[in-house]
């Protein structure tokens, strides 16, 4: 029995020690085969089990710029490197953990952007990186970028990082114009081009702003009568005591160990996205619950429980930033129906609650925010940012 015993724990040991060496998610089996037949837009068709992605092999580049034997060129790759590292240990690259003697642009405690994109942006339905560069495109090529209806102005594949950053990772500031910024770039490349031939994206219509929506697992699908679903936060809390708890604390502070950082992410507090992190809309960070949670068990929560979990989630206290008062100031009818209420501006004449605003249901409130009364209470008006939005100091109207 005393043998049998030792058995058990041996084995627990070596779970637990995978778990916390690697506690991100990974790609499933079959995460990279098309599970149904796709249509290009040039009539093209992709039959079910084509295969559409394979990882770029960076562990190869490192090895080969270890040894010297790459033979690609060298600056880019070690920025590939650079950000890769960057993307999987926020903390100790660029934060306040960083040793290479350039200053921290990240700090305190801070999560990594893996936390979030899963295994560097590489996992279907887990805020992958796959279509950024294309959906996007870069200013430096002369690609304008797409427009973020929250502030009205265009954002391209920097400045959106650079959000992302502010926004959903605490404190990071990365200059879109910095070497860190450059490295970035580079890994957004080998996620979507791969490193060496055959990775990354393998169809090359998905790296068309035309097809770049049908990869899979590319953008947040939404539950399909999410509208007509209303969350319980309650219910959630105690789904999270029971499954969640165990990694990301009770207090939703998540693990942090000082040499290393995150070892799993916070669901609240100063580290984690903030009341401007797109997660924190219940419908949108419940696709991820229902798609990636708990880990090594996808898809155990049921769409219900998502949203319950969420709900409970988004009750946690959580940091600010300064400019969500901004948001959808200029046209407050075009608001998210289950953004929350202390976020942007609010349309005169709103008739509905703050808990329904958050927990839903959203389908009236999305009636009302496209009706004639909302429009017609709420004109649209010229955006205006009084506050630099990357000094944050006072903007000069005069100027």
Known sequence: MAH??????IVGMILGHCALADPHLKPAPGDYLLTNDVKLSTGQLLPAGTRWYRLPDIGRLKREMSDGIYQGDIENARRVIFGYDMVYGTYRTIGDGRRDGSPSLGHGRIMSCTNCHAQGGTVPYAWPFFRTLTFYGLREKGEKGVRFGGLAYHRDARTRARDCGRECGGTVMIPDDSYEMDAFIAWLKAVRDG??????????????????????????ELFPN???????????????ASRCKACHGADGLGKWLDDQGY??????????FSDAGGPLMVPVGASFLHQKMPLHFPRFLSAQDALDVMAHVATLPRSSVWWQEYFFRH???SRPAYLPLHVGAVPKGYPYSKEQTQFGPWR???????SDACKNANPPSKPTLERDFDTNNP???AK
């Open 364 to 370: 009236p409130i999305a009636q009302w925010l496209a």
């Open 226 to 240: 999410v509208l007509d679903m209303k969350a319980d936060p309650k219910n959630g809390a105690n789904i999270y």
């Open 195 to 220: 490193i060496y031939p055959g990775e990354g994206l393998l169809v090359a219509a998905f790296k068309t702003k035309k097809d770049v929506g049908k990869i899979p697992g590319a953008v947040t």
């Open 395 to 397: 903007i000069d109207p």
């Open 263 to 272: 070892i799993f992410p916070p669901l609240a507090g100063e580290g984690s």
């Open 4 to 9: 049998l015993k030792l058995i058990f724990v």
């Open 331 to 333: 046209d407050p009818c």
